[in-house]
């Protein structure tokens, strides 16, 4: 019964965890844009960034914990930490290892934020973006629910999240083409100006 109960709260907290990372991606990209509306202020958005963030850690905590304890899988501490280390599946597990450390250092260092400096900041941030496809890879091979049309739904659903989100900020980043101003030639010739100097 216990060994029932640690395999379905390790699944559960790894599928959480992994949409709410989701989010994470999702909620960074408009920050990035300073999206905002008059019922959404933009500060609306970081804090729900953030907070998503340290409840994906949370549940990814939990999801590790109980992989360690439960006997079927009989991973040991060890294997939580250093990444491959694991004798079952080590290269999935070690991906997961892999996101965990990513996550934590995304999470640490918006706390210290203040302390190092924006840029060390910004470029630890970047580099914490990739804990997202190297989760979706370790539940793709590792999880035991992967081949479950269910979880193929929510991967799909996943990386159309944040596709998209990527494809908007592309497209938002792009030069606006503007119109000339209005009175100007289109083609850039000069106005006719008449004999009191009022142009025509």
Same mark, same amino acid.
């Given at each position: 019964?216990?060994?029932?109960? +640690?395999?379905?709260?390790?699944?559960? %907290?790894?599928? @959480?965890?992994? /949409?709410?990372?989701?989010?994470?991606?999702?909620?960074?990209?408009?920050?990035?844009? #300073?999206?905002?509306?008059?019922?959404?202020?933009?500060?609306?958005?970081?804090?729900?960034? #953030?907070?998503? %963030?340290? +409840? %994906?850690?949370?549940?990814? $905590?939990?999801?590790?914990?109980? %992989? $360690?304890?439960?006997?079927?899988?009989?991973?040991?501490?060890?294997?939580?930490?250093?990444?491959?280390?694991?004798?079952? !599946?080590?290269?999935?597990?070690g991906l997961g290892v892999v996101a965990f450390d990513l996550l934590l250092?995304? @999470?640490?260092?918006?706390?210290?934020?203040v302390r190092i400096g924006h840029r060390a900041w910004r470029a630890v =941030?970047?580099?914490?973006?990739?804990?997202?496809? @190297?989760? /979706?890879?370790?539940?793709?091979?590792a999880g035991s629910d992967a081949a479950a049309t269910w979880m193929r739904?929510?991967? @799909?659903?996943?990386?159309?999240?944040?596709?998209?989100?990527? &494809?908007?900020? &592309?497209?938002?980043? !792009?030069? &606006?083409?503007? !119109?000339?101003?209005?009175? !100007?030639?289109?083609?850039?010739?000069?106005?006719?100006?008449?004999? =009191?100097?009022?142009?025509?």
């Amino acid at each position: 019964m216990t060994d029932s109960i +640690l395999w379905y709260a390790t699944r559960g %907290a790894g599928i @959480v965890s992994l /949409l709410m990372l989701t989010g994470v991606v999702g909620l960074g990209v408009l920050s990035a844009l #300073r999206w905002q509306s008059p019922a959404w202020p933009r500060f609306l958005t970081a804090g729900l960034h #953030r907070n998503l %963030a340290l +409840l %994906a850690v949370v549940f990814l $905590v939990a999801h590790i914990v109980t %992989a $360690v304890i439960d006997p079927f899988t009989a991973l040991g501490p060890l294997a939580a930490i250093v990444p491959f280390a694991a004798s079952y !599946r080590p290269l999935w597990l070690g991906l997961g290892v892999v996101a965990f450390d990513l996550l934590l250092a995304l @999470v640490a260092t918006s706390l210290l934020r203040v302390r190092i400096g924006h840029r060390a900041w910004r470029a630890v =941030h970047w580099l914490g973006y990739a804990a997202w496809p @190297v989760s /979706l890879l370790h539940g793709i091979g590792a999880g035991s629910d992967a081949a479950a049309t269910w979880m193929r739904a929510l991967d @799909v659903l996943c990386v159309a999240i944040v596709a998209g989100a990527t &494809a908007w900020r &592309a497209l938002a980043a !792009r030069p &606006a083409l503007t !119109r000339p101003p209005v009175g !100007r030639a289109w083609l850039g010739s000069a106005p006719t100006t008449g004999t =009191h100097g009022r142009e025509h």
